[in-house]
């Protein structure tokens, strides 16, 4: 099997309801597609979902890398040389995380599809579902409670909430939200950086009867040290979000103890070849992992699905990016239960027609 036709295009998606995180609100989502046609009559997608902050990168950039170095690159190559392909491309652009996750994406789905099997069967078919967050961005206290409310009746029973702009807002909105929805609903915070240590301990220690699971990412990202010293000094698990972006990042957070889990997000690390590497470390050390996302098609969100499933140490997802986005033109990629996903049962990673 060799990829004979490649075309490339960014489509910019509009968010039903712009939402706030610590650094920036965010009213758009910019995707880029890679589509790909094989010799024996494949047709393989891929996903980039670049974040100038997070990645690097903007979906021109990613256009401009694929006219530069991808397509010149896979035409005529053959997926199943996976292995050499995606280190050749990494040599190449090391720094493009999402343009590699894209790649990587498509590589995967034409491998899938040839072996005839959805893509989490082809990385192991651990497990066939699993529950999804679902994020509450940065809103006033009331307003942080009724959305809380409003996804429970939706069949939610992860929320996400989002923080680290103020740290009485958040202890008040966090004690309000589980009073609201009650003791079986599991609240995970995400201050996405915005904490200083004293603030990320106090919030742990004011909440603790709101039992909230998590806490994510609550100091800068380029000073582990702060992470450590939070995770040292409170009672719930400590998340490393912004400051994992590569293998050798989670083999530096592990092995110094600096963190009790890991949200693996394809975009960040450069696709599920990486991420799969990036789990055993984490496994190794007995660190559990999430997949997480950024705001993604519903078809970069599938191939962060088919990830998740795939290993027994992935024990948690937030994949919901793909939820509030209009004009996406992978919708119904992913089957959605009383806050359960499940992927689509065809070859690779499903997309029809």
Known sequence: MKII????????????EPYTIAYETIDTAPNVFLKATTDNGLTGWGCASPDLEVTGETAEMVVRTYN??????????????????LQELRNYIPNAH???????MLLFDLMAQQAGEPLYKLLGGFRTSIPTSITIGILPVRE?????????????????????????????????????????????????????????????????????????????????????????????????????????????????GCIDMINIKL??????????HINSVAKADNVEAMVGCMD????????????????????YADLDGHFDLIDDPFVGMIRLEEGVLYPMEGPGLGVKG
């Open 68 to 85: 530069d170095t991808i397509e010149p690159f896979l035409r005529g190559q053959d997926p199943f040389r996976y292995a050499l392909l």
């Open 98 to 104: 999402s343009a590699l996750a894209m790649v990587d």
């Open 5 to 16: 036709q490649l075309e490339c295009w960014a489509h910019h998606m509009r968010l039903a």
């Open 267 to 276: 975009m960040k690390v450069g696709g599920i070849m990486e991420a799969l």
């Open 144 to 256: 942080t409670a009724e959305r809380a409310e409003a996804f429970m009746s939706k069949g939610f029973r992860i929320l996400k909430i989002k923080g680290g702009a103020s740290l009485e807002e958040d202890v008040e909105k966090v004690m309000l939200v589980r009073e609201k929805v009650g003791k079986d609903i599991e609240i995970r915070f995400d201050a996405n950086q915005g904490y200083s240590v004293k603030e990320a301990i106090a919030f742990i220690n004011r909440t603790s009867t709101a039992r909230v699971e998590l806490l994510e990412q609550p100091t800068d990202r380029h000073n582990d040290e702060l992470i450590k010293e939070v995770s040292a000094n409170v009672s719930v698990p400590v998340m490393a979000d912004e400051s994992l972006m590569t293998l050798k990042d989670v083999f530096h957070l592990t092995s110094n």
């Open 296 to 315: 993604e098609s519903a078809l970069g969100i599938a191939a962060g699905l088919h990830f998740a499933l795939s290993r027994p140490n992935i024990l």
